[in-house]
């Protein structure tokens, strides 16, 4: 057991880096935009799916289909915003619910109809498996590269949202949109283009997840509990607080399958209930 | 009569279906300035607002250089050329004051090292967060954002509002150069009357949303009695208020 400690540490900060893949997009449109998009995985399920039909179909490379995943998933959610999220941008949370929700209803049936409900297999290249010798400890290599991925494209978005014009017209439009569009700028795109950023990277997310938690028709749904725990916990619109927290989370509930093995899956809701009793507003929250 | 840079014609504006503003005409030439005076609550802000395109204009017609932009949204308005310092000045409080400064700056004349000219004390706080500063700070980033815009016409609402009179001086200072070196137009909404009758070239008066009076500034100010009437205004005591 002792051996093991840093070996589930190493999972389930992998898998830590996979939720906020898949979580970071939401928490920037939940808490900038104050949209609810619970249809946020059902842009990562589309990144999956992607990434399985290029591969296992067309005989894509693993690697090649990764931007594809991405691009899918940003340029069906510029369609969505478009012609639906847009309308309801000032509407009540219970209307933004029900249309996305229904969203994920609609990618759920379409998902299954194309693809069955049988679990997708993915094809990794042979340089992605088998683990390598670190310090005496065996690390996976697919979840060295899931790190090393998640790790680039955190400093990536940071530095974007602090150090660029457009990411300073972000913050703010965030902190006072008629100001912002008084100043002229077009906070209509500027949110488009977040949101899309967004989804791309849930996207990417769906198609990094295959290999460790798989696919199937159901994706949309399942991962929504997660992604909602991290972006609650992390504090809404936080990128900063979407990383901790889901490292904190992924770490706890590869943790809770090792050792309590009865409380199973579990220990991750009760990780949630401490921090959020302990801060309501989530680890980085301001509002 | 050359073409205005900014004309409105008989608009009628609110928010949602209240009624605020009736009847409204009014123009501003190329270069020119125009004072909105009135006590409170009677449409001034809302005036302001609806030259940029916040309200719902129900009736009549907003336009700028002779091209109607009454159905025009606020940020292509901005683009064009107008300039607003909000009542409630709406500094980003994430930002740094140079970003407030950046995030919107269009190419022209008015750059970081100019405005740094104008206002010695921003670049001083470049760094400091936006819900860091002053109200007189405050109030310089805000007019200062608007001209890195390098607007053609400058809204100002309320700008000495509740300032220290040692910058209120300050910043009547920089208007009267930017305006009067530079040849920005502006439209200035204020309560100290006088100053803004002395840096203006016209005035009107509104009460309860239409234009009451109208005059050169020069004339209004030198009409107490009209002062009195429409805006409660004692010359005498409001100097000695400084
Ligand atoms: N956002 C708003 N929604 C509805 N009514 C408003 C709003 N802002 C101002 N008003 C109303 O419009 C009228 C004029 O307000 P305003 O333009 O702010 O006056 P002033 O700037 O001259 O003090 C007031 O009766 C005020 O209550
Ligand atoms: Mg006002």
Redesign the pocket.
């Known amino acids: 057991m002792i051996a093991s400690a840093f070996g589930v540490l190493f999972d389930g900060f992998a898998y830590g880096m996979l939720l906020f893949l898949l979580s970071v997009g939401l928490s920037v449109t939940l808490g900038m935009m104050n949209f609810v998009n619970l249809a946020h995985c059902s842009f990562a399920m589309l990144g999956g799916f992607v990434t399985v039909t290029l591969t296992n179909d067309l005989g894509w490379p693993f690697l090649a289909s990764l931007p594809l995943a991405f691009l899918s998933a940003a340029l069906v959610s510029i369609a969505l915003e478009r012609v639906l999220y847009r309308r309801l941008y000032g509407a009540s949370d219970l209307a933004q619910c029900l249309l996305t929700i229904g969203i994920v209803f609609v990618s759920v049936a379409v998902a299954a109809y194309i693809y069955g409900t049988i679990q997708q297999p993915v094809n990794l290249p042979s340089y992605l498996r088998g683990s390598v010798a670190i310090m005496g400890q065996s690390l996976g290599v697919y979840r060295l590269f899931l790190i090393g991925v998640s790790i680039v494209i955190t400093a990536v978005l940071v530095a974007a949202l602090e150090f660029t014009r457009f990411g300073a017209q972000v913050r703010a439009a965030v902190d006072n949109q008629r100001m912002a569009r008084g100043l002229g700028i077009d906070v209509d795109r500027v949110f488009a283009v977040t949101f899309a950023l967004g989804s791309g990277l849930a996207g990417l997310g769906g198609a990094l997840a295959i290999e460790i938690v798989g696919l199937d028709h159901a994706f949309a749904f399942t991962y929504l509990i997660y992604v909602l725990i991290v972006v609650a916990v992390g504090g809404l619109g936080s990128i900063a607080g979407s990383f901790v927290a889901a490292s904190l989370l992924g770490i706890s509930d590869m943790a809770g399958k090792y050792y309590f093995p009865e409380l199973g899956a579990f220990l991750i809701y009760f990780v949630m209930v401490a921090l959020l009793m302990w801060r309501p507003l989530g680890l980085f929250g301001r509002r | 009569m050359a073409e205005a840079l900014l004309a409105l014609e008989d608009v009628r504006a ?3 279906d ?1 009624i ?1 503003l009736d009847g409204i005409t009014l123009a501003v030439p190329d270069g020119g300035s125009l004072a909105i005076l ?10 302001l ?1 609806t030259i940029m395109g916040f309200t719902r204009v129900s009736r009549g017609a907003v336009m700028w250089r002779g091209r109607d932009i009454t159905r025009a949204g606020p940020h292509w308005r901005a683009r064009k050329g107008l300039g607003w310092v909000a ?1 409630e000045r709406d500094i980003f409080p994430s930002l740094s004051v140079e970003e407030n400064l950046m995030v919107a700056s269009r190419p022209g004349r008015w750059d970081l090292g100019a405005i740094y000219g104008l206002f010695p004390r921003l670049r001083e706080r470049r760094a400091s967060r936006g819900n860091h500063l002053s109200g007189g700070e405050q109030q310089m980033l805000a007019i200062a954002r608007a001209l890195m815009t390098n607007p053609m016409l400058l809204l100002l ?2 700008p000495l509002e509740g300032l220290a009179p040692i910058i209120v001086e300050e910043l009547t200072g920089a208007i009267r150069r930017m305006t009067a070196d530079e040849g920005t137009a502006f439209v200035l ?1 204020e309560q100290h009357a006088e100053v803004a009758l002395s840096l203006s070239a016209e005035a009107i008066v ?1 009460e309860r ?1 239409s234009i009451a009076h109208r005059a050169r500034s020069q004339d209004l100010l030198k009409d107490a009695a009209t002062l009195e009437r429409l805006i409660g205004l004692r010359l005498a005591e409001e100097a000695s208020g400084f």
């Open positions: 609110g928010y949602g209240a605020v009135g006590r409170n609550g009677v449409g001034k802000s809302t005036l607002l009542q609402d309320e909404v509104l949303g």
